[in-house]
């Protein structure tokens, strides 16, 4: 068997399980157990094999190993609008769905001493939301939060499948690379207002192509580089750059998303350092910074200068964001390993924006990690990691205040998180 038809029962029951993960914007906190418990510090660590997501030469010293684990992961997303002339555009609403398994896996392989082979696959999402329709009323009978009918929402996936190549170039420092090989799918529901319904403005320029069409998918590849540097017997460096996945355009949804339906991943770097004054203590601090500006359909401003779907047309108004993590372990003994962190990341959403993220409110900010590592036997082991996120909140002026005499007061999105995993290595 081929490992392309390995590949695609595993990628289909992640794309299945895996569609809500928020926490950097959209992309996860960490990937890998042992990440997620150290607030997601990876960049100068090589645990497990995922270093296809986080830093490739790290994979050159993990050893030959098999990662594979779940994350259950609870996401409470609500929106409300507040201070509009007329009462029936005012209320809340809360994303039905809340729970999520998130799987994840891993796998390396030494050919010798310094040249590893692995594969990583992961995923990014948690642009997802299900609004029930409410009690809103926007003059033509009854509608949800954005003045559709039905349930609102969208549903963002992206898989990533990344063979990783790690060599050490010395005895103290390696390069990796990965090819990040994506498949993403997409499906919006509930947004009629934006697609030239009477009564409203005529928003997109491809009138069919906005709402209720499905799901549609799309595919594309980048390309992940990373070094790692052992300065001495207690430093260690690391960083790796993400280039911009272009991807094929959505065409089911080419009256939506800026560029005829154009979706792409962010680019994105990072850098960390590791100091272990100890065999028993590691300390780790990594900084990255995500580029979601590349992505016009996710950085260009919600208000509509341009029709919906036009080369530059609205976004969601994301800004590029900074992200700070920063993680401790400690090995109590030779089988137990404890964990804590910490994951400060900006805001991408400004107030001026919140309309359209109601259907993508990624607007966190702070998480706080903990996990573990029990050593069940010299070649197994089983890792769980834990996280709380509070919740943050950012209150705008509706988007339809431009059409409704200013009289559509004010939006508030929000969300809180929690997360729990549990994962099992065997090394070989």
């Known amino acids: 068997m081929n490992l392309s038809k390995k590949l695609i029962p595993l990628s289909c029951a992640l794309l299945a399980l895996g569609s809500a993960h928020a926490t950097n914007g959209y992309f996860p906190a960490g990937y890998g157990m042992k990440s997620q418990g150290m607030g997601g510090a990876s960049m100068a660590l090589a645990q497990d094999s995922y270093g296809g997501a986080n830093n490739p030469a790290s994979m050159v010293w993990a050893g030959s190993r098999l990662d594979l684990g779940g994350t259950w992961f609870k996401p409470v997303r609500d929106a409300e609008r507040s201070g509009a002339m007329m009462p029936s555009l005012n209320g809340k609403v809360t994303s039905d769905r809340e729970d999520f398994l998130v799987p994840e896996f891993g796998y390396n392989q030494m050919l010798n001493s310094d040249l590893s082979l692995g594969l990583s696959v992961y995923g990014n999402g948690g642009m997802?939301?299900?609004?029930?329709?409410?009690?809103?009323?926007?003059?033509?009978?009854?509608?949800?939060?954005?003045?559709?009918?039905?349930?609102?929402?969208?549903?963002?996936?992206?898989?990533?499948?990344?063979?990783?190549?790690?060599?050490?170039?010395?005895?103290?420092?390696?390069?990796?690379?990965s090819v990040l090989l994506a498949y993403q799918q997409f499906k919006a529901q509930g947004l009629q207002s934006f697609d030239n319904a009477p009564g409203f403005p005529p928003f997109t320029g491809a009138p069919g192509s906005v709402t209720n069409r499905g799901n549609d998918s799309a595919t594309g590849a980048g390309m992940r580089l990373g070094y790692m540097g052992r300065l001495n017997d207690a430093v260690t460096l690391g960083a790796s750059y993400s280039s911009e996945i272009h991807m094929a355009n959505f065409e089911k949804y080419k009256g939506l998303f800026a560029g005829g339906g154009s979706f792409d991943v962010p680019g994105n770097y990072a850098v960390g350092l590791a100091y272990t004054p100890s065999a028993n203590w590691t300390l780790a601090l990594d900084y990255g910074r995500i580029l979601y500006h590349g992505v016009t359909s996710v950085g260009n401003q919600s208000l509509p200068v341009a029709p919906l779907g036009s080369p530059n047309g609205p976004g969601f108004g994301w800004k590029d964001i900074n992200v700070l993590k920063l993680g401790v372990s400690w090995a109590m003994n030779p089988q137990l390993t404890l964990r804590a962190g910490y994951n400060k990341g900006d805001n991408p959403i400004t107030p001026a924006n919140v309309t359209f993220n109601i259907l993508a409110p990624g607007v966190m900010t702070q998480h706080y990690t903990a996990g573990f590592t029990y050593a069940m036997a010299k070649d197994s082991e089983v890792t769980g990691a834990f996280m709380v996120a509070p919740r943050?909140?950012?209150?705008?002026?509706?988007?339809?205040?431009?059409?409704?005499?200013?009289?559509?007061?004010?939006?508030?999105?929000?969300?809180?998180?929690?997360?729990?995993?549990l994962a099992y290595a065997r090394k070989f």
């Open 128 to 177: 997802n939301t299900t609004y029930p329709q409410g009690n809103f009323n926007c003059g033509g009978g009854p509608a949800n939060i954005l003045c559709g009918s039905g349930t609102l929402g969208v549903n963002v996936i992206q898989l990533m499948v990344a063979p990783t190549v790690a060599y050490k170039v010395s005895p103290q420092h390696s390069i990796g690379a």
């Open 392 to 421: 943050v909140s950012v209150t705008g002026p509706s988007l339809f205040n431009g059409f409704m005499g200013g009289a559509a007061g004010n939006e508030t999105i929000g969300m809180r998180q929690s997360s729990f995993g």
